[in-house]
Every structure is written in C-alpha cells, then in structure tokens.
C-alpha cells in the first residue's frame, strides 16, 4: 500500500527555537511494527538541509515502551551536518516526547 500524506506542525515555541511551524511527509507506516518514517521537508531546514528523514520505532519493554528513533541528514550541496544540529534535534525531540508523555499522564481519558 503507498500512502501519501503531509501534516504541518504548529508551536509557539519549539523549545526556545524561532521555529514556528515544520511540514512533514509520511513516507511509511507499519502499524503492525508500531514503525514510521517520515520526512520534513520545510520548516527549521535553514540554509543547509535539503530535508531530514525520520525513522521511529515502539518496542514494549517492561511495563511501558522503548522510542528509538534515526535521522538522516540530507544537507544542500558540500554542507556538513554541525553536531550542535544534531545535539539541538535529539533535544527537541526529548522535550516533545516529554510533554506528550505527562499530557498523557495527567489525562488517561485520551488513550485508555
């Protein structure tokens, strides 16, 4: 099944960033793997990335679950990938998770 989609993501404040919107692209979904990749494609893209692909992945482990995600950095031309981007990205992500990790602790409502 090929399955195309683009969803925007919008924040006041993506962790103290100038961000304030990011336009993603599901590139696949295994729901039975609990697996998604996805691309963004504008938004925080700056002057070197062409986009950032995504690749996420739940595992149960224990009582709760195990996030792994790998980002592969497509930069325009010659550019490198600074690892100031990528320590700001890892964090960025850490702080969402986070707070949907206490959303959903304080309303269980949403998802039991």
Not at 76 to 100: H, L, S
């Amino acid at each position: 099944m090929w399955l195309f989609l683009i969803w925007l993501v919008r924040h006041d404040d993506f962790v103290g960033s100038p961000i304030k919107c990011l336009k993603n692209r599901v590139d696949e979904i295994d729901f039975d793997k609990y697996y998604v990749k996805y691309t963004t494609i504008e938004g925080g893209l700056g002057d070197t990335f062409e986009c950032i692909v995504y690749e996420n992945k739940f595992e149960a482990s224990g009582t709760g679950c195990r996030f792994t995600i790998i980002a592969h950095y497509h930069t325009k031309g010659d550019a490198g990938v600074k690892e100031q981007d990528i320590a700001y990205t890892k964090e960025a992500i850490k702080e969402n998770i986070k707070a949907v990790e206490e959303y959903l602790l304080a309303n269980p409502q949403v998802y039991a």
